[in-house]
């Protein structure tokens, strides 16, 4: 069984600084990582989706890496933002077609403080 | 274009009341998942379809549970003699199965709350 690990639980930086979210997952046997933010009270927003074969995917100021062998992700956010203040999701999706079932991680909850 | 929609945003029953939950996905995602989120819980996953193959209904958590999704499109999920233990937040996603593709797109979320 799929499982799904995220450190730290929560974490609050001043504003400017840069930060990685961990995740590590127990199957390595995985079709693809996605990264999702979610914002009190809302629904998820998917920032990133890194395929099995993929080392990393980026978008402006965020970097996901993948170490598919050691079961790793980590999610780089640069310069941080008040805004970026939300819960960071991490989900696997195991097997090796998009039939596999999606695990998430239990989140980090980011505080960036001005 | 339009995102995933789920009605009611909002749902109070009493214990033991049936509810349904609705979600409508992007069109021409053919695939539609359903997850519970508890308080301080992560996210559960309940039922996976995708296109014309026989749903994943591995993560219902009893059999009070049903969801159904019509034409392709639409998605009801029933949750029948409701209990407390049910309240939560419903989402519903969807997206287009494929290695680069794969990306969920998450409704708002129906908050379920059990009395």
């Known amino acids: 069984k799929q499982e799904v690990t995220q450190i730290p639980a929560a974490l609050s930086v001043p504003e400017g600084e840069n930060l990685v979210l961990n995740c590590s997952f127990t199957?390595?046997?995985?079709?693809?990582l996605q990264w999702f933010r979610q914002d009190p009270g809302k629904g998820l927003t998917s920032l990133l989706l890194i395929q099995s074969s993929q080392r990393e995917q980026t978008s402006g100021r965020l970097n996901a890496s993948l170490d598919k062998s050691s079961g790793r992700s980590t999610l780089y956010i640069a310069a941080s933002q008040p805004g970026d203040s939300a819960t960071y999701l991490c989900?696997?999706?195991?097997?090796?077609?998009?039939?596999?079932?999606?695990?998430f991680g239990q989140g980090t909850i980011l505080t960036v403080h001005p | 274009g339009a995102g995933v929609s789920q009605s009611p945003s909002n749902k109070v029953t009493e214990k033991g009341k049936d509810v349904e939950l609705r979600c409508d996905p992007i069109s021409g995602h053919t695939a539609l998942y359903w997850y519970r989120q508890s308080l301080g819980q992560g996210l559960e996953f309940l039922i996976y379809?995708?296109?014309?193959?026989?749903?994943?209904k591995s993560g219902l958590p009893s059999d009070r549970f049903s969801a159904e999704r019509t034409g392709g499109s639409v998605s009801t999920l029933t949750i029948q003699r409701t209990q407390q233990e049910d309240s939560a937040v419903y989402l519903c996603?969807?997206?287009?199965?494929?290695?680069?593709?794969?990306?969920?797109?998450f409704g708002p979320g129906t908050r379920l709350t059990v009395l």
């Open positions: 199957d390595s046997a995985i079709y693809n």
């Open positions: 379809f995708q296109g014309n193959s026989a749903p994943d």
């Open positions: 996603a969807s997206s287009i199965p494929g290695p680069s593709t794969d990306t969920q797109y």
């Open positions: 989900a696997v999706r195991t097997g090796g077609t998009s039939y596999g079932k999606l695990t």
